[in-house]
């Protein structure tokens, strides 16, 4: 199994930055993608952005992208989320999630951490 934590959330003003943090352990040599998500009050979970563990090739998406910089600390089992320009409706619990599979979804989730962007 895989285990990944994530850390970094807060309260920023809208235009402010933060990183957050995703550290995996436990069979992390079986990780083939790393990704964040995110679930704003009252609605679904939704994509934010996501890396491949070998390679480093990123997504994302267009809400955030321009905005959003996922990266991989190669050497250590953490990712980073840059999160620049933060807009209020950017306020979400942001979740961690990794998978064995270069495709579909995710098997390992993190507890998430809370990020609010005031206006």
């Known amino acids: 199994q895989v285990q990944v934590v994530e850390s970094g959330g807060g309260l920023v003003q809208a235009g402010g930055s933060l990183r957050l943090s995703c550290t995996a352990s436990g069979r992390t040599f079986s990780i083939s993608r790393l990704a964040w998500f995110r679930q704003a009050p009252g609605k679904e979970r939704a994509f934010a952005a996501s890396i491949k563990w070998s390679g480093g090739r990123t997504s994302y998406a267009d809400s955030v992208k321009g905005r959003f910089t996922i990266s991989r600390d190669n050497a250590g089992n953490t990712v980073y989320l840059q999160m620049n320009s933060l807009k209020p409706e950017d306020t979400a619990v942001y979740y961690c999630?990794?998978?064995?599979?270069?495709?579909?979804?995710?098997?390992?989730w993190g507890q998430g951490t809370q990020v609010t962007v005031s206006s």
């Open positions: 999630a990794s998978s064995p599979y270069d495709f579909g979804g995710y098997d390992y």
